[in-house]
């Protein structure tokens, strides 16, 4: 039996290159049309971090089913660790991403929650992947 995965991401192919980041995608096509409006003017719109307040009710109840999730991955865990699966896994770089969110948007999280975000916010993967990123959007 053989795996076959296939991985579909947004690709823009550019005179340069692909692009292959939805966040750099985005940057670029702002770039080539300023015209557009495809980002607010204003800073402070364009740096939005601001808390969700009042959190809307479906963005409350997916949290809450994706911290239900990170439970359901630690109960099951059958190694120890600040990880999803105690380890380090697949489903910890999956979450990332969310972890960004959660933290960028100062969703208060229970004490278990806003330590596993900590734990990738420490994980060199994470730190460099972030890095990048800050690179990317000082280009």
Same mark, same amino acid.
């Given at each position: 039996? @053989?795996?076959? #995965?296939?991985?579909?991401? *947004? !690709? ?9 980041? @939805?966040?750099?995608?985005?940057? &670029? ?12 003017? =204003? ?5 939005? +971090? =601001?808390?969700?307040? *009042? ?6 109840? %997916? ?8 439970? %359901? ?9 600040? &990880?999803?699966?105690?380890? !380090?896994? #697949?489903? +910890?770089?999956?979450?990332? *991403? ?11 999280? *229970? %004490?278990? +929650? ?6 990738? &916010?420490?994980?060199? =993967? ?14």
């Amino acid at each position: 039996m @053989s795996l076959h #995965l296939i991985i579909k991401v *947004p !690709l823009l192919q550019t005179e340069t290159g692909v692009i292959a980041d @939805s966040l750099a995608i985005a940057e &670029y096509l702002a770039e080539q049309f300023p015209d557009a409006g495809l980002w607010p003017k =204003a800073v402070a719109a364009r740096a939005h +971090d =601001a808390p969700l307040s *009042p959190m809307p009710a479906d963005v409350q109840a %997916e949290i809450e089913r994706m911290l239900a999730l990170w439970a %359901e991955c630690r109960a099951v865990a059958t190694e120890a660790g600040p &990880y999803l699966s105690g380890t !380090l896994s #697949l489903a +910890d770089a999956f979450f990332a *991403p969310v972890a960004v969110r959660l933290r960028s948007y100062q969703v208060e999280l *229970p %004490e278990v +929650d806003a330590a596993y975000v900590e734990t990738l &916010y420490q994980w060199p =993967a994470f730190k460099a992947w972030q890095q990048a990123g800050l690179e990317e959007t000082a280009r």
